[in-house]
């Protein structure tokens, strides 16, 4: 049975985390490969209610309160779905994992980084993504696909100055694991992008 692998996607918001994960979960199914797909935060029945609580405009929260929901919604993914697919050999996709928390609550919202980490040992106890794909674009560019779709979130809504910190905080993230991170300019062609993101999921595949 090939090794289980667990990717996570990570981006500001507008980056077209949505129709990457499309891609990829076709491609995927293409070769065979046996994939659960989740969310953070979410993915179980109560982290679901976590996510509508954390995204509500109208939520009220410490950084410190903010952070541990975050943490909780991941301790009940990793324990109701992302480990146990893993044990049986799954690969699993998530859009977001605990660089975001890095990147949203860390560098968007001043919580230490040693905080963070802290939680994310406790929760994780070691388990890391395998890969971390980093849909990168500028800010402008995600302010301006986010004001052709909905109405924002709590997130979306904060000031321009936040989400160039969640921006930083990732390229930061992205330098300080390349190993583990594949960054990719998602402002161009969408069949250029997607054959990257192909050819470095197939790199995966071989080594598993």
Same mark, same amino acid.
């Given at each position: 049975?090939?090794?289980a692998? /667990?990717? &996570?996607l990570?981006?500001?918001d507008?980056?077209?985390?949505t &129709?990457?994960?499309?891609f990829?979960?076709n491609?995927?199914?293409?070769v065979?490969?046996?994939t659960? /797909?989740?969310?953070?935060?979410?993915?179980?029945?109560?982290?679901? %209610?976590?996510?509508?609580l954390?995204? =509500?405009v109208d939520?009220?929260?410490t950084?410190?309160?903010?952070?541990?929901l975050?943490f909780?919604?991941r301790?009940?993914?990793?324990?109701?779905?992302?480990?146990p697919?893993?044990a049986m050999?799954?690969?699993?996709v998530? +859009?977001? /994992?605990t660089?975001?928390?890095f990147a949203y609550?860390?560098?968007?919202?001043g919580?230490?980084?040693k905080? *963070?980490?802290q939680l994310?040992?406790w929760?994780?106890?070691?388990?890391q993504?395998d890969l971390t *794909?980093?849909l +990168?674009?500028?800010?402008q560019?995600s302010q301006?696909r986010?004001s052709q779709?909905r109405?924002?979130d709590r /997130?979306?809504r904060e000031?321009? +100055?936040?989400?160039?910190?969640v921006? +930083?905080?990732?390229l930061a993230?992205?330098?300080a694991y390349p190993?583990r991170f594949?960054?990719? =300019?998602?402002?161009?062609d *969408?069949?250029? *992008?997607q054959?990257?993101l192909?050819?470095?999921?197939?790199m995966l %595949?071989?080594?598993a």
């Amino acid at each position: 049975m090939s090794r289980a692998r /667990f990717i &996570t996607l990570e981006g500001l918001d507008g980056a077209g985390k949505t &129709t990457h994960l499309t891609f990829i979960r076709n491609w995927l199914a293409a070769v065979n490969v046996d994939t659960v /797909f989740t969310r953070e935060p979410g993915g179980t029945p109560l982290g679901e %209610k976590l996510r509508e609580l954390l995204l =509500d405009v109208d939520t009220e929260a410490t950084l410190d309160t903010e952070t541990l929901l975050m943490f909780a919604s991941r301790q009940e993914l990793l324990s109701s779905v992302i480990r146990p697919a893993l044990a049986m050999g799954r690969w699993v996709v998530s +859009d977001r /994992f605990t660089d975001a928390t890095f990147a949203y609550q860390g560098g968007g919202r001043g919580v230490p980084a040693k905080r *963070i980490a802290q939680l994310e040992e406790w929760v994780q106890q070691g388990l890391q993504p395998d890969l971390t *794909i980093l849909l +990168d674009v500028p800010l402008q560019v995600s302010q301006q696909r986010l004001s052709q779709t909905r109405l924002p979130d709590r /997130f979306e809504r904060e000031r321009e +100055d936040f989400h160039q910190r969640v921006r +930083d905080s990732y390229l930061a993230r992205a330098a300080a694991y390349p190993q583990r991170f594949f960054v990719v =300019d998602a402002t161009g062609d *969408i069949a250029d *992008i997607q054959q990257q993101l192909a050819g470095r999921l197939a790199m995966l %595949k071989a080594q598993a």
